[in-house]
C-alpha cells in the first residue's frame, strides 16, 4: 500500500528564517504535488513535479524531487507571516494520496 | 472556465435527512473526485470517476452514493448520516485519470451532520 510521509507534522517558525519540509512516499512515481490550504479553505496548488531532478521556485518556496530516493522537500526561504498554512505533499498513483500535512505557524 | 464549482458550500443536516452535494466543472476533464477531510486531517479519496466508470473506497459506507449525470457533474447524495460524518467534501477534477496533469480542487462544502 502506497504511504506517504511528510516531516515534521508541526513547524514553528521566525520570520526570516528559513527551512524544510521533507516527503517521503513508499512506491515509485514520478509525479509529485504540494498543495497548500488555509485554515477552513480548499486546497491551493502550489507545485507540480513531474520528474526526477525537478526544481520549482515560487517566491520564498522551493520544491524538488528526487524518485531514485523517493524524496521531496519543501524549502521555505526567509519565511513571513502570509506563509502560515498547512501544507501537503500528494503522490499521484491512479490517484492522489496525500501526505498527513505540515502545519507551518510563522511568527513574528 | 478553469474551476471545479462545488455547491452549496455549507450545508447542516439532521440524521434523517436526505441532500446532495453539487460539482461541476466545464474544463473538459475526464476524471472526478470526491474526498473527505476531517480536521486537522489530509483528505481521504473517496469515489473516482473517469471513462464513464465509478471507482469507490470500499471503506466508504454505502449512505455516500455517488452519481454522475454526465462528464461535467459529479452529484454526492447523502442519506441517513452520522455525525462522524461531518467534515469538508472536497471535489477535484484531472484531464484524465491516471496522467501528470495535476487536480484542480473545488472549494469545498463543509458538511455539519446534527
Known amino acids: 500500500e502506497l504511504k506517504v510521509e511528510q516531516n515534521p507534522l508541526f513547524l514553528s517558525m521566525q520570520e526570516g528564517k528559513n527551512y524544510t519540509i521533507y516527503c517521503n512516499y513508499s512506491t515509485t512515481s514520478d509525479r509529485l504535488y504540494w498543495y497548500r490550504q488555509d485554515p477552513g479553505k480548499s486546497l491551493e496548488s502550489l507545485f507540480v513535479l513531474l520528474s526526477n531532478g525537478a526544481v520549482k521556485q515560487e517566491g520564498r518556496l522551493m520544491a524538488s524531487l528526487d524518485t531514485k530516493a523517493r524524496l521531496s522537500t519543501l524549502h521555505i526561504t526567509a519565511a513571513v507571516h502570509d506563509l502560515s498554512a498547512t501544507y501537503f505533499c500528494?503522490?499521484?498513483?491512479?490517484?492522489?494520496?496525500f501526505g498527513a500535512g505540515t502545519r507551518l505557524t510563522v511568527k513574528p | 472556465d478553469t474551476e471545479v464549482t462545488q455547491t452549496p458550500k455549507h450545508l447542516v443536516m439532521g440524521m434523517t435527512n436526505k441532500k446532495s452535494l453539487k460539482c461541476e466543472q466545464h474544463m473538459g476533464h475526464r476524471a472526478m473526485y470526491w474526498y473527505k477531510q476531517k480536521a486537522k486531517k489530509p483528505p481521504e479519496l473517496m469515489f473516482v470517476?473517469?471513462?464513464?466508470?465509478?471507482?469507490i473506497n470500499e471503506s466508504v459506507p454505502s449512505r455516500f452514493s455517488p452519481e454522475c449525470p454526465n462528464s461535467s457533474l459529479l452529484n454526492l447524495h447523502l442519506h441517513a448520516l452520522q455525525p462522524e460524518d461531518s467534515a469538508l467534501y472536497l471535489c477535484?477534477?484531472?484531464?484524465?485519470?491516471?496522467?501528470?496533469?495535476?487536480?484542480?480542487f473545488g472549494s469545498g462544502t463543509r458538511l455539519t451532520v446534527v
Open positions: 470517476y473517469s471513462y464513464e466508470k465509478l471507482s
Open positions: 477535484a477534477s484531472s484531464l484524465f485519470l491516471g496522467r501528470p496533469y495535476g487536480y484542480t
Open positions: 500528494a503522490v499521484d498513483v491512479n490517484d492522489m494520496r
